[in-house]
Every structure is written in structure tokens, then in C-alpha cells.
């Protein structure tokens, strides 16, 4: 089992999520989070005066898939996610060893 977790511009969200249940993706996780990388924010005005926003509006989903549907996923999430501008996001894959159900204590796959 795999968590991806993929940081994406907000206005994407629909179309990733789209995609991602299109291909059978059963559950995924979505937080507004703040953030920023190369893009170092951005300069705005306001009444005159000038601000630096430094930490940007983002996306995060998080969601645990099996090993063999990764890079499914992955293709899915990043070409829906895609603009071609500098701020598109990032998917991060990590090892999961266990998930356990709350509800009735399933363990592994069974539970996703």
C-alpha cells in the first residue's frame, strides 16, 4: 500500500477529482493548506499600500491506494492537475504499512 499525497493550485480541484473517481479511486482526503515553493509568492497591493503574500491558497489530497494502481493514479492526478505554469503542485508517494478500520478493526487492503 501507498499514500499520495499531491499539493495542487485550488481552481484544479474539481478536474483531479473528477479524474481520480474516474478511475475507481474509492476515498481521498482534502485540506486547504498554505504554502509555497519556487514561486515564492507574490507582491499585491492594497489600498496603496504594497504586500508580499508569501504563503499561497493550495490544495492538499491525501489518499492510500495498492502498490499496482500508483502510477495509475499518479497519471490520472497529475495530468488533471496540469497547467504548465510554475505553482501546478507536487505528488508525494510514500510507504504505508498499516491501516487498521476504526469501526470494526479490519487491517490492510481490505480496509481501502
Excluded: W
Excluded at 31 to 48: A, I, L, N, T
Amino acid at each position: 500500500m501507498k499514500k499520495i499525497e499531491a499539493v495542487i493550485q485550488p481552481h484544479k480541484l474539481d478536474e483531479v477529482k473528477t479524474a481520480l473517481i474516474g478511475i475507481g479511486v474509492d476515498g481521498m482526503t482534502i485540506s486547504e493548506v498554505r504554502g509555497y515553493g519556487r514561486q515564492k509568492g507574490h507582491v499585491e497591493f492594497y489600498r496603496g499600500q504594497e504586500y508580499r503574500v508569501d504563503l499561497l491558497p493550495k490544495v492538499k489530497i491525501e489518499m492510500i491506494v495498492p502498490g499496482p494502481r500508483v502510477e495509475m493514479v499518479i497519471k490520472a492526478l497529475s495530468d488533471a492537475a496540469r497547467s504548465g505554469k510554475i505553482g501546478d503542485g507536487k505528488i508525494f508517494v510514500s510507504s504505508m504499512e498499516e491501516v487498521v478500520r476504526i469501526r470494526n478493526g479490519e487491517r490492510g487492503e481490505a480496509v481501502l
